[in-house]
């Protein structure tokens, strides 16, 4: 069974870091799209950006870019997103997913984490 287990969320303030990790387990990710979206309160699905499993060349939104980094350590199969500079418009669930293609859309995806919740005081 595929699991993708986020954790490390919770209360920070503007200007602190924050890092999240995605453990992953169940079946062999190579070839994979290893990518973080997020969610606020009556907002759809916005992607964060996503990682190659193989090559470790990331990509990102806009609104990420240069304040947060994504990596992996294939020997742990774990995705990490490191948040630097949070802003309060970064509050949201966060969610890991792993998919062949990583649609920013978030359509088709074929796997899903749980999601862990990060909160941005001012």
């Known amino acids: ?3 993708l287990v986020e954790s490390g969320g ?3 303030q503007t200007g602190d870091s924050l890092r999240l990790s995605c453990a992953a387990s169940g079946r ?3 070839g ?3 990518g973080w979206f ?3 309160p009556g907002k759809e699905r916005d992607f964060v950006g996503r990682i190659s499993w193989n090559t470790g060349i990331s990509y990102y939104a806009d609104s ?3 304040r947060f980094t994504i990596s ?3 020997a742990k199969t774990t995705v990490y997103l490191q948040m630097n500079s949070p802003k309060p418009d970064d509050t949201a669930v966060y969610f890991c997913a792993a998919d062949p293609v990583l649609r920013r859309d978030g359509k088709l995806i074929d796997y899903w984490g749980q999601g862990t919740q990060v909160t941005v005081s001012s």
């Open 72 to 74: 992996r350590d294939n």
């Open 38 to 40: 997020r969610q606020s």
């Open 1 to 3: 069974q595929v699991q």
């Open 10 to 12: 919770g209360l920070v």
């Open 28 to 30: 062999t990710f190579s």
């Open 32 to 34: 994979y799209q290893m």
């Open 64 to 66: 990420v870019k240069g």
